[in-house]
């Protein structure tokens, strides 16, 4: 689905955003990036949404080179991408239901299709009951599950997430968590940025680490099976005995 060719980005003011990044994901793989910060990981998600460009090497998305996509293509290739950022980025003067519409809307869907696919996503999000708040009527997790129907509700192949629970106390992480892994059993392969090595630990997917633009670490962590239900998934990451030490 996703693969960088020594991708390297050079910003104007000579800082390395990427180096010579080689690595690729799987279709339907749920992939951790971590490493600290300016390592590079929002770097990636830019360069995959075509908000930047590389200064070197090659991006492949589904097998097609990102850099052919003309600028006017560039609309139409983002409606393959859900992206999910910390700060939730929703419209402040619209409602639940009417920041996940306007998703559809700017993505040329009927009304008819957005009556009927609004309330499905708002139901898998957990949002049911809350379509008619305004973001400023919600809590963060929340607000966040909104960002995710709002980046899912075209049901894209690719999700990207950069840092989506940076804003979350541990409890409501999970959630989050679990809402992503259950968007990754539908199909959709799903890239998500992270400070939380804890959550990374306990999920046991794989886990690529950036160092000053580099992959230093590409490894799946421990063994899970790909079909674990997510209510199997959720008890694992709530269990006590699956914590790390805390000293
Ligand atoms: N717009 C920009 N202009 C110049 N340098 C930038 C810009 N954006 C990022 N950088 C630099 O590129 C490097 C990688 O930044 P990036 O934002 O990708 O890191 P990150 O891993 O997402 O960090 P964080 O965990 O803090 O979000 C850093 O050295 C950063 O200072
Ligand atoms: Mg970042």
């Known amino acids: 689905m996703i693969e960088f060719r020594a991708v390297t980005k050079k910003y104007g003011t000579g800082a390395f955003g990427l180096d010579e990044a080689t690595f690729s994901v799987d ?53 393959n991408i859900g992206v999910v950022f910390q700060d939730f980025k929703l419209l402040p003067n619209r409602t639940v239901y009417d920041n996940v519409a306007y998703a559809l809307q700017v993505t040329g869907h009927s009304r008819k299709e957005i009556r ?24 963060g997790g929340e607000q966040q599950r909104v960002s995710i129907a709002r980046a899912f509700v075209n049901h894209p192949p690719l999700l990207l997430a950069d840092e989506p ?56 962590t421990g063994l899970y099976t790909r079909d674990e239900s997510t209510r199997e998934f959720a008890q694992r990451l709530r269990s006590p005995a699956e914590a790390p030490q805390i000293l």
């Open 116 to 139: 009927a696919k609004v309330p499905d996503i708002l139901r898998l999000t957990g949002l049911s009951t809350k379509l008619h708040n305004y973001p400023d009527q919600l809590s």
């Open 165 to 220: 629970t940076g804003n979350l106390d541990p409890e409501t992480s999970i959630d989050i968590m679990r809402l992503l892994y259950r968007i990754n059993r539908t199909g959709t392969t799903v890239l998500v940025a992270t400070h939380d090595h804890a959550m990374v630990d306990k999920m046991r997917r794989r886990v690529l680490e950036l160092s000053r633009g580099r992959v230093v670490r590409d490894e799946a």
């Open 27 to 79: 279709r339907g793989d749920f992939v951790f990036m971590i490493g600290s910060t300016g390592s590079g990981k929002s770097t990636v998600m830019r360069l995959l949404i075509k908000e930047l460009e590389p200064t070197e090497g090659t991006i492949l998305v589904a097998g097609r080179d990102i850099s052919s996509i003309k600028r006017r293509q560039v609309p139409f290739y983002r409606r």
